[in-house]
T-cell receptor, first 116, second 112 residues
Framework: EAEVAQSPRYKITEKSQAVAFWCDPI?????LYWYRQILGQGPELLVQ????????DSQLPKDRFSAERLKGVDSTLKIQPAELGDSAMYLC??????????????FGNGTRLTVT | TQLLEQSPQFLSIQEGENLTVYCNSSSVFSSLQWYRQEPGEGPVLLVTVVTGGEVKKLKRLTFQFGDARKDSSLHITAAQPGDTGLYLC????????????WGAGTKLIIKP
């Protein structure tokens, strides 16, 4: 079964440094999501793409976070500068469409970020 | 404000016991999904319920959507260690373009 690929699996960085995460969704999936999950909590949507366009980034801290999906396929999420509070699991998910019933989300295994 | 409240937050029981976890809200959802997440992995969809009062079964797991589509429950019969994980519910709201609203999850541990 096709999977959502994410890298790296783990990242340790010092505060004030830049960090980037990469996601390759399931082929043909037009919608791509970046979520942040703090230990013991549910996922929090950071940004949603439909093809190469951002459709929701209302919860993205734009002073330090940026996301792009230039060709409508893979995506990169960047944090600069990283802060201690950014330590979390960053999950990427993809779906064929935007209707969660007919287009369920498929998640990658995430990137565990630790900021020291 | 947590729009979807999951309870209990944590549950540890012996293998073979039955359990029920809950997902409650004051909001109406067009559909509600249950996911299971194992440590170090992403959530995996278990089921989607759409109709008020709907009941779906997945082997030993029974999912129910409330009549008013504001709440849901997950019942596990004869729990097994392989059921261990974080159970998340997520509701889709029609008037927010079907954006998923996530609960904080129930961490379930089944002891052999």
């Amino acid at each position: 079964e096709a999977e959502v690929a994410q890298s790296p699996r783990y990242k340790i960085t010092e505060k004030s440094q830049a960090v980037a995460f990469w996601c390759d969704p399931i082929s043909g999936h037009a919608t791509l999501y970046w979520y942040r999950q703090i230990l013991g909590q549910g996922p929090e949507l950071l940004v949603q793409f439909q093809d190469e366009s951002v459709v929701d980034d209302s919860q993205l801290p734009k002073d330090r976070f940026s996301a792009e999906r230039l060709k409508g396929v893979d995506s990169t999420l960047k944090i600069q500068p990283a802060e201690l509070g950014d330590s979390a699991m960053y999950l990427c998910a993809s779906s064929q469409g935007t209707d969660s019933y007919n287009s369920p989300l498929h998640f990658g295994n995430g990137t565990r970020l630790t900021v020291t | 404000t947590q729009l979807l409240e999951q309870s209990p937050q944590f549950l540890s029981i012996q293998e073979g016991e039955n359990l029920t976890v809950y997902c409650n809200s004051s909001s109406v959802f067009s559909s509600l999904q249950w996911y299971r997440q194992e440590p170090g992995e992403g959530p995996v969809l278990l089921v989607t319920v759409v109709t008020g009062g709907e009941v779906k079964k997945l082997k030993r797991l029974t999912f129910q959507f409330g009549d008013a589509r504001k709440d849901s429950s997950l019942h596990i019969t004869a729990a097994q260690p392989g059921d261990t994980g974080l159970y998340l519910c997520a509701g889709a709201r029609v008037y927010s373009n079907y954006q998923l609203i996530w609960g904080a999850g129930t961490k379930l541990i089944i002891k052999p």
